[in-house]
């Protein structure tokens, strides 16, 4: 029982990482991108196949951030110079991806298990492995945040919330889009590669339901949390994908469920997350209405009191 | 200086829908001008606004600033001259930044965004000052969601982020016109204040008849996507709404039609 929490904090700290990709282009950006789903799996590959080669896996891990971030300078292209809707460029790219990714492994998948990566060090004892993830995504978050506090990353946030506004004083947006959906297809492309080192083995469909995954994170940890300033929202998104990965462990020891439920699960968690606040507000909105309605109902009647 | 040359723009060109938006206009504003602009619906004024600050491009003409021709540069390369505030409140912030961030990105107006931190403690005293200026407490909010701002405080900050950098031009859109009367009022005398202290040469789209007479030193109407009246300093000095009113018939053979107009 502890075994399967520490193995899905330890899961869901490599997954931040993915979830904190999710969060740019979903929270900042305000773009839903779809790319992720491919890069995921490219990072796995590019990762797997590197250290095949001999690479360091230091390289091999830097070797998947850079093919994450040209994955995503492509969508970001086709959204903006080639005027792509948003889902489809991502969904465009994912389809692509799933092609490159079996090119760049040769095969549908890569195995690596026995080989040195950047993991198998510390994998041992578990304590360990989870201090030292901790420690690296933390840095990555702290990172992101003094980036997202930049003049660049404060224009790239504005590109998401006004990008009327921020082009008027002086930014291209199409350049902060690209910038953004890059950044973010890197970060999942890291999280990918370091799956491939700790499960041992890349392959082609190891991202597949991955944006799912990422969004759930990524409302979870918002919900747990709160959003209230960039530094918050990011660590609920880390958060959020530790509980994720929780909550998974403890439904799979549920025997009702299998391995395979886990993507409808994930789905729900997601729909339950995205409609109960609509329900929300339109109960609140009607409800207000009917007693501003009520209260000027009330009005004309009190002035006639007045008068009389 | 800035100056429009032969300007036309058409809308849906060669469809039923077809929109004559700017006709061979053609518009000098001298440095340090402030030229009120008024016009019927339709005629042509945010068009105006649009073709100078290149959010749209012109179909034929030339858009010139201090001599130089900018009609093909896109909107982010013209800011660094062009400051804007839009109709609506809510389309000159960002909502879910701070004050402070927002201020910090109307600082970088027209310039290259690295990676240097935006709002630094030097910049907060900056920000804090100016904000002083508008007299509505923000300086004491700098860390603030601009989304919790009403209408009018966002509109002040709107225009003191269109201005504070000192573009060489400053375009406004009926910017008090979503305002209750108080609020519009406050803006307007601000933006009289920033306008005079920094001599921005200064385009204001207005309906307030009464307003476009008392503001600035000049006075365009405009009519069917071409400027008909121009009205100098002198001239505007003695005029009355009713002799406006009287003059755009006179031109235009009809009555000034606006579903927003105010007398004043
Ligand atoms: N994006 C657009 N697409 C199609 N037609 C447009 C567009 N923008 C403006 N027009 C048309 O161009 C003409 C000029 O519009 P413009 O918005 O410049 O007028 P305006 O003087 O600002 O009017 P108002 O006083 O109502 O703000 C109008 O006939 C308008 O319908
Ligand atoms: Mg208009």
Redesign the pocket.
Known sequence: MLDSIYGAIALGLIYALMALGVYITFRILDFPDLTVDGSFATGGAIAAVMITQGYSPWLATLGAFVGGLAAGACTGLLHTKGKINGLLAGILMMIALYSINIRIMGKPNVSIVNMDTLLSPIAKPIGLFILVLLVAVLIVKLLLDAFLHTDLGLALRATGDNSKMIRSLGSNTDTTTVIGISLSNGLVAVSGALIAQQGGFADSTMGVGMIVIGLASVIIGEAIFGARTVIIATLAVVMGSIVYRIVIALALRVELLEASDLKMITALIVIIALVVPTVRRTYKQRSLARKRSAELLAIPAMDKGGKS | MLELKNVS?L??PGTP?E????MNANLTCNSGEFITVI????????????IISGV?KPDIGEVRIEGNAIQQLPEYERSRWIGRVF?DPMAGTAPRMSIEENLAMAYKRGQKRGFSLGVTSAKRMLFHEQLQRLGIGLENRLSAKVGLLSGGERQALSLLMATFTKPQILLL??HTAALDPARAELITRLTEEIVREMKLTTLM?T?NMEQAIRLGNRLIM?DK?KIILDIPHDRKKNLTVSQLLGEFQQISGQQLA???IVLG
Do not use: I, P, Y
């Open positions: 723009k809308f849906n829908d929109k004559v938006a700017l016009g019927s619906n339709g005629a042509g004024k945010s068009t105006l606004m649009n749209m109709q859109d009926e789209v309906h405009m996507g606006d579903d927003r």
